[in-house]
């Protein structure tokens, strides 16, 4: 079985620039989460969905952040317009909700804005 | 809300020699913790995990002990090995519908 997919895998892009991060979750997971990951600020939840449905995005940084869930199988987390401090990596989660625990990261998307 | 704190930050231990992770969590209604271990430039993978209704679980050099009424486990890795070095993150939830909430993470070192 295919694992969390995440794309790109690397992204470079200038300030100011639109930046779309992708996310198919392991097929049958029904909660997603997205996290982001930096040295200072260890990993952070920014927003996860049960079932398609945003439930809590409470950590997602600012405006300029935005995710979406549009079925099961694919979710996306948009930054427009990004900034530098947003260069981090940011990991896509699912998990079977209800049934157990266990999470399953994906690869992470490495994000560098100049 | 939830809160894990995970000590210590960085950990050096000589090949052989075994290490120790501690973690405290703050809602006692929490009864899941999990240990994922992060290899450089990777993404976190489970390793071990423990759900409050055991106190201990082993799998081979790997043990993971609760203390529910202290609000604590802990990590324990025996026999280390170079390739036991990694960041390792314990995590904290209430069973199922809520998400996890991590730690600051241990930078693990084994010298060889």
């Known amino acids: 079985d295919a694992g969390v997919i995440q794309s790109p895998r690397h992204e470079v892009t200038e300030m100011g620039q639109e930046v779309t991060l992708r996310c198919k979750p392991i097929?049958?997971?029904?909660?997603l989460f997205w996290y982001r990951q930096t040295m200072m600020r260890g990993l952070e939840l920014l927003i996860y969905f049960n079932n398609n449905v945003p439930i809590d995005d409470s950590g997602m940084p600012e405006d300029r952040f935005s995710a979406k869930m549009p079925n099961a199988s694919f979710s996306t987390l948009k930054i427009q317009p990004s900034e530098p401090r947003d260069s981090a990596v940011y990991f896509c989660?699912?998990?079977?909700?209800?049934?157990?625990?266990?999470?399953?990261f994906g690869p992470g998307t490495r994000l560098l804005v100049l | 809300g939830e809160n894990v704190e995970q000590h210590p930050s960085t950990l050096s231990v000589q090949e052989g020699d075994s290490a120790v992770i501690k973690c405290t969590y703050s809602?006692?209604?929490?009864?899941?913790f999990p240990w994922y271990k992060q290899e450089l430039g990777k993404r976190p993978q489970l390793i071990i995990d423990?759900?409050?209704?055991?106190g201990e679980k082993k799998d081979q050099r790997i043990a993971v002990t609760l203390n529910k009424t202290a609000k604590h486990f802990s990590l324990h890795i025996t026999e280390t090995q170079p390739e036991d070095s990694a960041v390792y993150f314990c995590?904290?939830?209430?069973?199922?519908?809520?998400?996890?909430?991590f730690g600051k993470g241990t930078r693990l070192s084994v010298i060889a």
């Open positions: 809602d006692s209604a929490s009864n899941y």
């Open positions: 995590a904290a939830s209430l069973s199922g519908n809520t998400p996890l909430v």
């Open positions: 989660a699912s998990r079977l909700q209800g049934f157990g625990e266990t999470q399953y």
């Open positions: 423990i759900r409050s209704n055991v």
């Open positions: 097929s049958g997971h029904n909660s």
